[in-house]
């Protein structure tokens, strides 16, 4: 990836690396060759971010072309975000008391270069900081009363900084660009940096932890820094080359707001914000695989006026769907009519559209799972004890909430399930899909289409081990590769 420092007084930066040119504002906003560039990361570091400013407008317009710029354009926005302050002084506080316990003063300043400050015993403490803003220099004033809080933050210029401060500075400038990481001081080799978002306590998680630290522990003999981000971290995802989503994904929760951030910032994905966006709304998933052609269970999307329509098509029992559900949330079966009526009048009060399906009822469900349009595991999920779901999340006991499962070779799966699933992973494109499809008197029917489908250690990796962890992450390593070359 090509690097530009972008600066007022160029003559100013005593600093020369490979694939780094140093230029000024002006070269950035003017020259069209600048414009081009593609795989470009773009260190803004402008006298002013102000509104309208020059600095401003070189983080804007990097973000127009593709480029990844630090500080990006959210950034400067939350510099002057006043409430800001207070959130960063809670987040902080237990660093912000133990550096600056000793200080007998009333205010104290600290300034931040690169992440850095010229006292070691604040370094921990700048860092914070640096990477909630992302900004290269920054003054922060703190005030005690009771206790330490932050009084004020502000960017400043090269202008501003002390004469005295200077070596310090371009050293940490120098150490700062050389890395492939830029919100820390630690430095790696590896040859790409990927961020695999996870949430503690998630209720229906697509990676079990044992699963995580496999990903983890092979991503890193593949070459990759690894680190795990919760969704506090949306702040620091343009500090990595990739995204790998393995928390449950719909379209409200943060997981699609990372997913759209890493597509603008130009980090390889997965999952894609559009497949997230198609599946996770059951009513753009019965149109498109009714469009294509697909079978499936005879199914309709239903408003308040048609409802007495719905049993004539589907028949009772009856499986209702609100457009949102995932992992079996959200996913109602009627059994008579009286049910069908108050089960819809329910989920009418959160949802315009809800899908009727007919009940179809099979021991197990296929999940054939593919990337890039690639089979690469094959599973039956047998349903949960007494239930006639996979998932069974009213069960008492957490063992009885799921079914046994098993594994095949991909090429041992009956043709028409195979044929079925790839049929309706190309509607959706590039990228990971978990197709479900059941068997039922002897014709393959796809029940779902899942853009975040489980990957859990014994489950899915039951007969093919490491390679369903590698088959992903060196899809990521081509994605990332092929952004180089082009």
């Known amino acids: 990836m090509n690097k530009l420092i972008v600066v007022s007084q160029p003559e100013k930066w005593p600093i020369i690396m490979d694939h780094t040119s140093i230029i000024t504002s002006q070269d950035y906003l003017t020259n069209p060759k600048y414009a081009e560039l593609k795989n470009v990361r773009v260190f803004n570091l402008s006298d002013k971010y102000n509104y309208q400013s020059k600095g401003y407008y070189v983080s804007l317009l990097a973000e127009a072309r593709g480029h990844t710029s630090i500080p990006n354009i959210s950034n400067l926005v939350d510099l002057g975000e006043k409430k800001l302050v207070k959130i960063v002084s809670e987040d902080f506080e237990e660093e912000i008391q133990k550096s600056l316990k000793l200080i007998k003063s009333q205010e104290f300043t600290l300034s931040i270069y690169f992440g850095q400050n010229v006292a070691q015993k604040y370094r921990e403490l700048s860092s914070l900081i640096f990477r909630h803003f992302q900004i290269p220099f920054l003054r922060v004033i703190f005030k005690h009363t009771t206790k330490w809080n932050i009084k004020s933050i502000k960017a400043i210029s090269l202008t501003e900084i002390p004469t005295d401060h200077l070596e310090s500075m371009h050293y940490f400038a120098s150490e700062f660009f050389s890395k492939k990481r830029y919100d820390s001081p630690k430095a790696n080799k590896a040859e790409y940096d990927l961020a695999i978002l996870v949430q503690n306590n998630d209720p229906a998680p697509p990676s079990n932890p044992k699963a995580i630290k496999k990903f983890t ?104 769907k609100s457009p949102d559900s995932t992992f079996s949330f959200g996913v109602k079966k009627a059994k008579t009519k009286e049910e069908f009526e108050s089960l819809t009048t329910e989920m009418f009060k959160t949802s315009d559209l809800i899908i009727a399906q007919e009940f179809t009822y099979s021991e197990y469900d296929w999940r054939i799972g593919i990337l890039d349009n690639k089979p690469f595991y094959a599973c039956r999920y047998f349903m949960a004890k007494g239930h006639w779901q996979i998932y069974n999340w009213s069960a008492d006991k957490k063992d009885d909430q799921d079914g046994n499962a098993d594994c095949f070779a991909v090429e041992d799966v009956p043709e028409q399930v195979m044929k079925a699933a790839l049929k309706s992973a190309k509607i959706m494109g590039k990228g990971l899909y978990g197709i479900d499809v059941k068997v039922v008197n002897g014709k393959a029917l796809v029940i779902e289409i899942n853009d975040n489908p489980n990957i859990d250690f014994g489950v899915e990796d039951g007969l093919y081990g490491d390679a369903v962890y590698t088959t992903i992450l060196q899809a990521f390593k081509n994605r990332l590769n092929s952004k180089q070359d082009s």
């Open 217 to 320: 522990d092979l991503a890193e003999k593949m070459n990759f820094y690894v680190e795990i981000i919760s969704p506090k971290d949306l702040h620091r995802l343009s500090s990595f080359d990739a995204l790998f989503i393995r928390q449950s994904t719909e379209v409200n929760n943060e997981a699609y707001a990372f997913a759209r951030k890493a597509q603008q910032d130009g980090l390889a994905i997965v999952d894609y914000p559009d497949a997230i966006l198609k599946c996770c709304n059951k009513v753009f998933m019965a149109e498109a695989l009714h469009k294509n052609g697909v079978p499936t269970p005879k199914t309709m999307i239903i408003h308040k006026d048609n409802t007495h329509e719905v049993l004539k098509v589907t028949g009772l029992p009856c499986v209702l």
